[in-house]
């Protein structure tokens, strides 16, 4: 059985898919297997990877299936994999020299999630700048969240991670289709489940920034999807703390996830922040900041958007 599964949904990427392909196929051994799941792409996309798959001659998989958005297509990825561990490659980006080999050295010690730094990247492969984040060894999943929700800007990437499969399979934890913000959604709680976790000063994954690459709202029904969205991975939250009984990191798993619906309040017209702010005081989210948070909403929230949506808020 292979020890790591290299996992890359693609959709529509005719001008990059080779170059995620490649950064992959470069470090592949014995012990790793490459999954391409091709999420019903009607570009020259598969033609590409056809290509890169025949020439290649080592451990690849190749799926196509129709298209339902990346949550689908990595969640086809996990359940095809034959990997212990798995790591995902989005494929607008590539990984970096040297990954896998890293990787290995942490995988020996059975150590449930490894995680990674990141690079932003031009189109040349030229550094804009590398995103900092805690380093730390071997603590458990609640206090590795505790470490990263606050003072790493990607701990939601999946992309940044070695999984064990397991996290995934064993507790029917995946990412929800058909939604906005996924791996918002499901990341921090597939790291609080872990038994142990290390953050490792290795940048190990590049994001290619372009303009199609940047995050872009310029369809407003997506606006109010996103926000819809964000409220349900919030519902799904709270399940998931009496499921899994989360004691050490509820409060902040709390906090952290009414922080991000907050700050999506600035992206709606007057009508529908009305709306969504009835949803929030439904679900009395504002109780979830407690004293010791206040300063960060401050700043995080009362700042970016408008004092009286606040008081709006706790009205």
């Not at 929030?280 to 970016?304: A, D, E, G, T």
Request: proline fraction near 2%; hydrophobic fraction near 35%; include cysteine.
């Amino acid at each position: 059985m292979a020890k790591i599964s290299v996992i890359i949904p693609v959709y529509n990427r005719e001008k990059t898919i080779k170059r995620a392909i490649d950064s992959v196929i470069r470090q592949l051994d014995e012990n790793t297997e490459l999954v391409i799941v091709n999420d019903g792409s009607t570009d020259k996309t598969e033609e590409i990877i056809k290509k890169q798959v025949e020439e290649c001659g080592k451990d690849i998989s190749y799926y196509k299936k129709e298209n339902e958005g990346v949550a689908s297509a990595r969640n086809f990825g996990i359940e095809h994999s034959k990997g212990e561990y798995i790591i995902f490659v989005d494929s607008d980006d590539y990984v970096s020299p040297n990954l896998i080999k890293t990787l290995n050295i942490y995988l020996d010690k059975d150590i449930d999630i490894i995680k990674y730094k990141a690079t932003h990247v031009d189109s040349n492969g030229q550094a804009i700048r590398r995103i900092d984040g805690p380093v730390f060894d071997n603590i458990n999943g609640e206090k590795a969240f505790k470490e990263l929700a606050f003072s790493d800007i990607l701990m939601d990437s999946p992309c940044l991670y070695a999984f064990k499969k397991e996290l995934f399979t064993k507790n029917s934890l995946f990412f929800k289709k058909g939604t906005y913000h996924e791996d918002f959604g499901l990341i921090p709680l597939i790291l609080i489940i872990a038994k142990s976790v290390v953050s490792i000063n290795f940048y190990g994954y590049n994001y290619v920034q372009t303009d199609e690459s940047i995050t872009r709202n310029d369809d407003y029904q997506k606006t109010t999807k996103r926000m819809q969205d964000c409220l349900l991975h919030y519902d799904n939250m709270l399940q998931f703390i009496e499921q899994f009984n989360v004691i050490e990191a509820r409060e902040d798993l709390k906090t952290y996830y009414t922080n991000a619906v907050l700050l999506k309040l600035k992206l709606l017209n007057k009508k529908d922040r009305k709306q969504y702010i009835k949803e929030i005081k439904n679900r009395k989210m504002i109780s979830n900041i407690k004293p010791k948070n206040i300063k960060q909403l401050i700043k995080k929230v009362i700042l970016s958007i408008n004092i009286n949506w606040y008081l709006l808020l706790i009205g």
